[in-house]
């Protein structure tokens, strides 16, 4: 972990880290201090506070400081790690003693809610409306987040499912949406599911808001879906693989649709693409060992004769390859001996080099003018 820095708040200061991040990247932004600030004002009229997609737990913790305990909801894996380690950093601070994601969102009715607003307008969509069936009937919303990544049309998507009191001024190129319960609601909603057909599967893969490259078949996983069938079919009977940073799953569920028995377990950082992939499951009839809603592989997971992968070279807005290395390591501590990774990645990124790191045999076996496919083993 990298050393703490400190974040003032009006109740004390808060030390802050960002986990498996490079140097220079903090544990916040202006947003989380813009929304901490605002949400300062209100807390002596709003028992019940809840926190959505918090990043690293600077609101959550923030809040609690202010006062006591929060809820806090979360899409990404990354917070419950990245709270423990900053709650052991921020003694007498109560984290909340159950973290919830979309897997098991908490129950309302929250007197106050602070929201990260995410990059997609999809999502944001999806938040609002969510939050619309938890918030009280006098609560406030309080959606902040920094201008460059606020989402095409947010003031729109903000007008179709809750009332906006008033937008107040920006500070620090961040900007907090003050706002009331509105209507809208998730059922019915036409925007929760988007998918496509996938040749050889029997049902649409579909996929919630917060999940990429949910509407078409992803341009990096087309050049890898090919050899998942050649290499499915040349495991043994009972042989366990990883479909890692799944997202909707059409790798493993093309992995199971190419061998009948074989296990595939499913893992990602998003909870909304653990509950798309048990929810595509289900519409295509296939049964999976187990679906992890972790940051890469847990400790103490299984291993693998095969592993499938199309990393993500982005993270709350940094780019980089810091996500595939960690994945990387992860996958070579969990091949079997003389198991294998079919990877592929964006051809700029040089995972040709970074792969040499943690596997003794990397090989080329597909390549298109954007992407490269990589077989890699310890």
């Known amino acids: 972990m990298p050393s703490a820095e400190v974040l003032p708040l009006t109740a004390g200061n808060l030390k802050l880290s960002r ?20 949400a300062g004002n209100r807390l002596a009229d709003s028992p019940r506070v809840l926190v959505v997609d918090d990043q690293f737990g600077a609101l959550t913790l ?31 601070i109560a984290r909340p003693a159950l973290l919830h994601s979309w897997l098991n969102p908490p129950e309302g009715p929250f007197d106050l809610v602070v929201l990260r607003i995410p990059r997609h307008g999809a999502y944001l969509g999806w938040l609002l409306r969510w939050v619309n069936s938890v918030l009280a009937d006098n609560g406030c919303l309080l959606a902040g987040g920094m201008i460059k990544h606020l989402p095409d049309r947010s003031v729109d998507v903000f007008a179709e499912a809750v009332v906006t ?87 493993g569920l093309t992995a199971l649709a190419c061998g009948s028995d074989i296990t595939v377990d499913f893992s990602d950082v998003s909870s909304q693409a653990i509950a798309s992939v048990q929810h595509n499951l289900g519409t295509c009839g296939y049964r999976a060992g187990q679906c992890q809603h972790s940051d890469g592989i847990r400790e103490g997971a299984a291993q693998y004769d095969l592993i499938l992968l199309n990393p993500p070279f982005h993270e709350g807005g940094v780019v980089g390859d810091h996500i595939a290395l960690r994945l990387f390591r992860d996958a070579a501590k969990h091949l079997v001996p003389g198991g294998r990774m079919l990877m592929v990645g964006n051809r700029h990124l040089g995972y040709h080099k970074s792969l040499k790191r943690f596997f003794g045999k990397v090989e080329q076996r597909a390549a298109s003018p954007r992407f490269v496919v990589f077989e890699a083993a310890p």
């Open 165 to 251: 009191e008033t937008v107040l001024p920006a500070r620090k190129k961040a900007r907090v949406v003050v706002c009331r319960k509105g209507q809208a609601q998730l059922q019915g909603w036409a925007e929760s599911w988007k998918g496509y057909p996938q040749e050889g599967l029997p049902a649409p893969v579909e996929a919630l808001p917060a999940v990429f490259a949910r509407d078409k078949l992803d341009i990096g996983t087309r050049e890898l879906l090919p050899l998942v069938g050649p290499a499915v079919a040349g495991l043994k009977p009972g042989a366990r693989v990883l479909d890692l940073a799944c997202g909707n799953g059409v790798l």
């Open 62 to 92: 923030g809040l609690a400081q202010a006062h006591g305990p929060v809820t806090s909801v979360a899409d990404s894996a990354v917070l419950p790690d990245a709270l423990d380690y900053n709650a052991r950093h921020n003694p007498g």
């Open 19 to 38: 986990p498996g991040a490079e140097p220079g990247l903090r544990a916040w932004d202006a947003a989380d201090e813009l929304l901490l600030a605002e």
